[in-house]
Every structure is written in structure tokens, then in C-alpha cells.
């Protein structure tokens, strides 16, 4: 059983699996921090030393809880150092054949109680499994980035996983004061497979040439989200953002409601990445002035109503599939990505009759299934039934 007392191990020394292993040190936990480049670690350790200092000038910790955070994290360059871990969890690049072959390794290297943890956001926790020997320890510890900052934690059983090991595993994550949702082993898990609509669509209205990227953000900013969903890509990178929905699409049979946009594909290619490379949907440098969006509220309310029902359409389908309980949905989302408000309590708020219609007249207009109303919503628009239950 997994407490304050258990070694954690984490692979990978990158911006992720640094500050996993900030969080579990910042709780008391020994915690072994490994990754293969050894630049990798010698940056992941002087990004720690700036992070902390920070933490002390803003009196967010002491200068004793600095210390003892620094003394918790152990920089190994070998595997076999994480032989005797609790948990051990991966956050290396998301390449299936990759993460297989370190969890082969790992499988021999750790003691038999150890539980193993894929930080992947997409790929299947099932046939990352099919590489351990004992595939009852292993399950997805999905962390969002930063680690040490947000608040949620996605748990991912695949079909093997023992029942204790996910309750152990959600145990020590809500003791690092995280917000965990159990969610089913399917591509994006909740939070990356709900958002897609958030990104997707909007570049959609860009496409067919509704209004500019300035105008969706504030479109969207208005109705109480931090961030529109350009600044929101470019804030991600477009070779991240993208890679995901194309990983969705893909695993999804090729879904039509996850289709890529070759927007989005055509900025990764040029390597307009956004904040990370100084250009994306907007530009970074210095003296460049920022496009002023449209001060037509009547367009920004259709564009703002066009990608929120699709998200909404989107939760309720989750909840439809038993991807996860209705309050884990809204708590990824809240928790997740900052949504502000859950997509179910907001559907049922602007009224599941009115998102029904919404939806249908897209469908009928474009004659796509992108738009085909959830199974579930039909029904509980028909019955007058709440999605969420009391």
C-alpha cells in the first residue's frame, strides 16, 4: 500500500517528470528522478534550484521546505537505481514503442509490489501493458503540465490493472492535495478527448472564413474561458496540440468529430509552433502589434454558441460511453483545463432540447457526423431526464 512513506520513482526529466518529482518530494516522499541524457538531468536539477528559490522570495515555502525538497529528489543515471520504488512514473516522449520498451525494463528492474504509471495523454495504457510481465501493476498516471501547478490527475485502470492498485494509486495522488477522476482506457482519456471541439472546431470557423483568430479568442474569453483557443495552441505548441488530435482521430477509427485541421497541420510543418518559436496563429516578437478583434457581439455569440454545444455534445457522449461518471467530467474539465463551468451542469442550464436543436441544425447544414447529436442527449431531451443524477 502506497503513503507518505513510499519511494517514488519517476522517468523522464523533462518539464513533466520534473515537476512530478517536485510534487511527490514537496509531500515528504524519497523520490529517485532518472532520464538517459544527462544534460536532460543536470537542467531538470537548476530548474529546480530557480523554481524553488521563486517559491521562498514569494513566500510560497520556506527556506527549510526548499531544502527539504532539494534532499528528496535523488538524480540517477541508471535505471536499476529505481529497484526498490513504490511507483514508479514514466513521462517520456509519447512514442508507444518507446514507453513499451522502458516498461519492459522497468517490469524486471522494480520489485514485484512496485506499481507502474504511464504519464502518457493518449496512447493505450492496455497494449503499454502488454510489456509488463505483470500487467495487475500497471495503470496511467495522467498529470496535467505544469505538474507542481495544476490541479488534475487523470487514473487510468486498463484491463488488467488490480482494483487495489488503482485505489492505492488515487490514495497518494489525492494526498498531493491533486483532484483525481478514474476514467476508462480510451484515446484522450477525458479531458484531451472532450476539448478536441475547443480547438477543432474553431479552427473550422477560422477555415471557412467566419472570422479571424482574434475574434474566436474573444469570443470564446467572453464567455469566461482564461484563454480562446488560439492562444490556447499556440500557448501549447501546434506540434503538441496537433499530435494529439491526430493520435484522437487515429485511434478513434477516424471519427469525424476529431478531424485534424489542415490549418493546424500546415503551422507544425512550417514550424510556426507558437510561443515556443515566436510565431504560430499570432506573433511573439517584440513590437508586433496584436490583431483587434471584431466588436460584432451578434458573430462572436454564434461563434462562442457553435464550439460550446460541441463541447457540450462531446461530454454528454463521454457520459454515454462510461468514459467516466458525470462528476468526474465535469471535475476534469473544471480542474483540467479550466472550463467555466461543467459542460453537463451548462448544457442542462442552457436547456437539453435547445443544444439538441443547435446540433441538429449543424448537422442538417453540413450534412456531416461531426455534428449527430449524442444517443444519450436524444434521449434525455425526449424523457425531459437530467444528466446529472442527485
Not at 198 to 225: C, K, N, P, S
Not at 341 to 353: D, T
Request: net charge negative; charged share 25%.
Amino acid at each position: 500500500m502506497l503513503d507518505k512513506n513510499s519511494v517514488i520513482g519517476v522517468v523522464g526529466a523533462g518539464a513533466m517528470g520534473s515537476g512530478i518529482a517536485q510534487v511527490a518530494a514537496s509531500f515528504g516522499h524519497k523520490v529517485f528522478l532518472f532520464d538517459s541524457f544527462p544534460n536532460a538531468v543536470e537542467k531538470s536539477r537548476s530548474n529546480l534550484d530557480l523554481t524553488l528559490i521563486k517559491l521562498v522570495e514569494k513566500g510560497k515555502i520556506s527556506d527549510d521546505d526548499s531544502e527539504m525538497i532539494k534532499s528528496n529528489i535523488h538524480y540517477v543515471d541508471e535505471l536499476a537505481n529505481l529497484s526498490n520504488c513504490d511507483l514508479v512514473i514514466e513521462a517520456i516522449i509519447e512514442d508507444l514503442n518507446v514507453k513499451k520498451d522502458l516498461f519492459s525494463k522497468l517490469s524486471s528492474i522494480c520489485k514485484p509490489g512496485c506499481i507502474l504509471a504511464s504519464n502518457t495523454s493518449s496512447l493505450s495504457i492496455a497494449s503499454i501493458s502488454s510489456s509488463v510481465k505483470d500487467s495487475s501493476r500497471m495503470l496511467g498516471i495522467h498529470f496535467f503540465n505544469p505538474a507542481p501547478l495544476m490541479p488534475l490527475v487523470e487514473i487510468i485502470p486498463c484491463m488488467d490493472t488490480d482494483p487495489k492498485n488503482v485505489d492505492y494509486s488515487k490514495n497518494i495522488i489525492d494526498s498531493w492535495n491533486k483532484k483525481t477522476v478514474i476514467v476508462k482506457d480510451t484515446p484522450g482519456f477525458i479531458v484531451n478527448r472532450i476539448a478536441r471541439p475547443f480547438y477543432g472546431e474553431a479552427l473550422r470557423i477560422y477555415e471557412e472564413g467566419i472570422a479571424d483568430f482574434a475574434t474566436i479568442d474573444q469570443a470564446m474569453r467572453d464567455e469566461g474561458f482564461k484563454m480562446g483557443p488560439f492562444e490556447l495552441m499556440d500557448y501549447i505548441g501546434n506540434d503538441i496540440n496537433y499530435t494529439v488530435t491526430e493520435t484522437v482521430f487515429k485511434e478513434f477509427y477516424f471519427e469525424p468529430r476529431f478531424r485534424p485541421s489542415f490549418t493546424q497541420k500546415r503551422m507544425m510543418e512550417s514550424g510556426r509552433l507558437g510561443r515556443k518559436t515566436g510565431k504560430g496563429y499570432y506573433s511573439y516578437q517584440a513590437g508586433v502589434e496584436a490583431p483587434q478583434p471584431s466588436s460584432d457581439t451578434t458573430l462572436k455569440k454564434q461563434i462562442s454558441n457553435r464550439i460550446i454545444v460541441m463541447l457540450m455534445n462531446e461530454a454528454i457522449d463521454a457520459l454515454y460511453l462510461k468514459i467516466a461518471s458525470a462528476r468526474d467530467i465535469e471535475t476534469a474539465m473544471l480542474k483540467g483545463v479550466n472550463y467555466p463551468k461543467g459542460l453537463l451542469a451548462w448544457a442542462e442550464e442552457w436547456g437539453l432540447n435547445n443544444v439538441l436543436e443547435q446540433l441538429e441544425n449543424l448537422q442538417s447544414l453540413y450534412m456531416e457526423d461531426r455534428y449527430r447529436p449524442s444517443v444519450l442527449l436524444k434521449k434525455v431531451a425526449k424523457e425531459n431526464q437530467k444528466l446529472i443524477q442527485n
